[in-house]
């Protein structure tokens, strides 16, 4: 404190270089420490991990999940509080005690997929601040709890218990089992936290070759082969066939109270059913309950939904069923006056039933149906196709002030392959790629971009916004459009900007889930990494690189800014991410690969000695104790 405290949103630190080790590297003058990682026990009383990885499925539900994603902490007071974290896949290739066979994944065994269901879903762990200093989880607090692939969930809102909902084993449609994908998340206002739904679809499949995806399947991408997870034959409710209704009740976002943990966490559909990436959620000036989500798919679309009802800031009981009724908004970028600016002006088109051609004779028989098949009734008002649009973060510091980070995107322009548009194979209304436009204006865009926009009155429950391009991500060492922005340079060169969110001094941080080939588009951009932007100048330096093989996704601060939380998501995958792959058989070998190419590839954090790679959360404290950042 004192006249000699750096100005808010001070950025201060000397930037780190790139890297292509297997550590996290963070500036001078701040240290990182390992918190909590895949395998941990959670729950009071559960056993440690087993670093074969051949923990049971019972111990897996009681244990930290794998791939941390999104994150947010709850304070309990000074020197405590909750993290509520997502745990958004497993990694098959680690996941199982390996025999030595090449024939190790058997998701037919029905314990198999349960563990791989109990290794999804959400953490919720105290954590406390030491005298030292340094931050650690509390083992057996009795707020610490796992949710998982199959834990009960109420659904609500306007499209419970409508047909399309309804199972075998839930005759009402109100009642869903698990959370899956769960990638971004958010926090309200009244101190819950809002976990997104995001690639449901790849767990699903059939071996019944009469399977012919519906309209509603396909543009949500499900298809007989999934992602090869091959759940479907160790547990019906995920064969398509079977249970064609199961994948509907997925794809929502989920409020959890992590404060009560006896609580029911609850889908609430009145948001809409799509790839959520994450939930920002920030009040308008009238205080109704604003939540922003990105629908991470190449040439989808960005999202808002507006609560009917005011939240109370006196009153946290309030916000309790504000989710549950609104209006659920879809985002068109137009050019503006001055055309090739990378500017422009926006509408939030509604999604509403009975309005822009969201009737009976297309397909939307009421409210409900509009929100389960939320894409199509996108596709029919004519929202903008953006180049995957990941994250949101709001600039609590000046109302009205949005970004959202689009990743990056093969399927645009003049740009033919792969032929289709959608990354399930599909295409959209019209079956068109989309040309570039203002708001995605590369056609070939393999870096990404962030843009910017400012509603209306800095009112975020405006229905038109003014907008702009805040930084291209590009490579200087290429040419022409693939250098990105002028705010791109060689000191601070990345691709594919994911995570994104604003601290409490208004400054953007910016997380990557790209290529770390270091090597061609990529030459010279080392592994994934985290950035910090002033908003103000749009300079951006590199902050932090993380182990080979990792994204680098989810952030969130104490109130004072001065502990940052961070997840390390998926240290050491081998060959191109499989979050979304379309088969594991290149990891049927993982046992020979590991024993035979010990360096080949990170085993962060445990050493090289480690079994296994683990995804963890990491604490950064600045080591003289001040705001991160500066
Ligand atoms: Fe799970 Fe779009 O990242
Ligand atoms: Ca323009
Ligand atoms: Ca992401
Ligand atoms: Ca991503």
Redesign the pocket.
Known sequence: GGSDAPAPGTIGFKAVTTSSGSSVVVPEGYTADILYRWGDPCVAGAPEFATDASQSWEAQEVQSGDNHDGINFFPINETSGLLAMNHEYINPEYFFAVTGSEDWYHPEVAANTKKMLAGHGVSVIEVRKGSDGKWSYVKNSSYNRRITGYTPITLSGPAAGHDLLKTAADSTGTEALGTLNNCGAGQTPWGTYITCEENFNGYFGTDDSTFVPSTLQNRYGLSAAGFAYGWHKGDPRFDLVANPNEPHRHGWIVEIDPYTPTSKPKKRTALGRFKHENAECVLSKNNRAVVYSGDDERNEYLYKFVSDGVYNPANKASGANLLDSGTLYVARFD??????????SGVWLPLVWGQNGLTPENGFANQAEVLIKARQAADRVGATMMDRPEWVAANRTKAGEVFVACTNNNRRGSNDTPSSNKADGSTTAGSARPAVD?ANPRAVNNWGHVIRWNEAGADAAATTFTWDIFVIAGNPALEGAKKGSANITAANTFNSPDGIQVDPEGRLWIQTDGSFNNTGDYVGQGNNQMLVADINTKAITRFLVGPDGCEVTGVCWTPDGKTMFINIQHPGEVGSHPNRPTSFAPYSGMDAFIANNPTAFSKWPDGASAGRPRSATVVIRKNDGGVIGT
């Open positions: 050019a503006g006056t001055v055309t090739g600016d990378n500017q422009g203002e």
